[in-house]
Structure formats: C-alpha cells, structure tokens
C-alpha cells in the first residue's frame, strides 16, 4: 500500500468516525428531548376562530400531537367530545379544546315553548343579541282614546335560542299607516304564561324592544310597571 493509499484509508476511517459520532449524538439530543417533554399524544384544536354559541362542526376541529405533559385531565383528545357543543366565547385558531370551554346548545327546558318573533333591527337588536343571551323584552303601546303611549316590561329573563338575517317588514306610523323597515325573526324559550305575553304584544304592541341582561343577572321585577310620557309609573 503506497502512501496516497494510506492517506486515503485514514480519511476514509476519520469520516466513518465522524458520520458514527454525529449519529450517536443525534441520539443522544433525541433521548434528551424525549426525557423532557414525555410521550406525545393527540389532542383536539380549533382549526379557524370559532364565535361564541354557534355549533362546533367537524372542519372547526383537528388533531394535534403535543408533549403529554402540556395537556391536564381537562384536556379534550376526541373531537367528538365536543363536535355540536357550543363555545361559551369567542376563540381563536389554535385553541386546545378544554373542558369548561364548551356547552350544550341553548335548548328549551320543562314547562318553556319556543316562539319566534320580529324585532325592529335597529332598537331591537343592534348586532349584539346572540344565541345563549339572555333578554327582557319591552312592548311600547301607541295609547287609545284618553289612554297615553307606554311601554311596559313584557317578559324577563328571557333565552334567545337563535337570530336570524334582518329582513323587510311592514312597519305602523303613527298616522296609521305603513312604511318599510328592517327586522330580525328572533327564538326565545319562555314559560308557557309568558310566551302568550309576547306573542299578544307582537300582534298589538307599536314596538318591541330587546333589553341585554347581564350574565349573571337574574333579578326579577314587576310586569305591572308601566311608564307613560306624563312621568308616572303604575
């Protein structure tokens, strides 16, 4: 073996150490990162920015896999643990799924019915009543004879199960006439009695009036109140 072989072979033995070398340590890291993030596992994430109480449908969801020690007992892993849930919030692309995070969909209870009804767009709405809130609605009478207008607490508490797209409606001036406006077909669940409030104030009321109650809120006041422009309440 001359000394050109000899070099060649010792390059050869030096690059084969190395190539050993640089895999044992890839090894060794791998090893590493393993010890410190544990076993992975799948886990369910929101696949794009999901709104507060719309249904959870399957291309809202995918499978992640994580360190298994990101995830806690509150961790949801299978979509269909939560697929048609709602989310109690707005989230945002990303999210891990959670438990506390979700909710049945707003549904009527024992005792409710579930009517529909139109509210003015504008003062009724307003682009803030969602499904899952919780509303008072407000009828305001034109007045008849020696009768003044008034407005009058109609039903509290009351649950919007859906909102609709705004529509064209015929809207009643006070001259006794129509004109067009805009409103919004709105399901609420209400106890039996109040249901009837509201369907006997859409059919006779000037207008109907969306007040938000706050989450928590579940004071109780009395339908009886009436308010009139003189100033006094009954």
């Keep these: 073996m001359n000394p050109r072989q000899r070099r060649g072979l010792m390059l050869l033995i030096v690059s084969v150490l190395g190539a050993v070398a640089v895999f044992v340590a890839v090894l060794a890291f791998v090893a590493d990162v393993n010890s410190r993030a544990g076993n992975f596992v799948q886990v369910v994430s929101l696949s794009k920015d999901v709104k507060a109480y719309e249904p959870l449908a399957t291309d809202d ?49 024992q005792g409710h019915r579930e009517i529909a009804i139109m509210v003015d767009a504008e003062t009724g709405v307003a682009g803030k009543v969602r499904s ?16 003044r207008p008034s407005s009058q607490l109609w039903a509290q508490g009351a649950l919007v199960i859906d909102v609709g797209l705004p529509e064209e409606i015929a809207v009643e001036n006070g001259g006794g006439g129509f004109s067009t406006g805009q409103g919004v077909p709105i399901t609420f669940a209400l106890p039996t009695q109040e249901a009837l409030r509201v369907a006997y104030a859409e059919s006779f009321s000037v207008k109907l009036r969306l007040a938000l109650r706050a989450g928590n809120d579940d004071t109780r006041v009395s339908t009886d109140t009436i308010f009139a422009p003189s100033g006094k309440e009954g």
């Design 61 to 109: 969801l995918e499978l992640r896999e994580v360190p298994e020690r990101w995830t806690s007992s509150e961790t949801i892993r299978d979509a269909r643990d939560v697929l048609g849930l709602v989310p109690v919030t707005d989230l945002r692309s990303g999210t891990f799924a959670s438990r506390g995070m979700f909710v049945d969909r707003p549904g009527i209870a």
């Design 132 to 147: 899952g809130d919780r509303v008072d609605i407000i009828a305001t009478f034109q007045g008849e004879e020696d009768k």
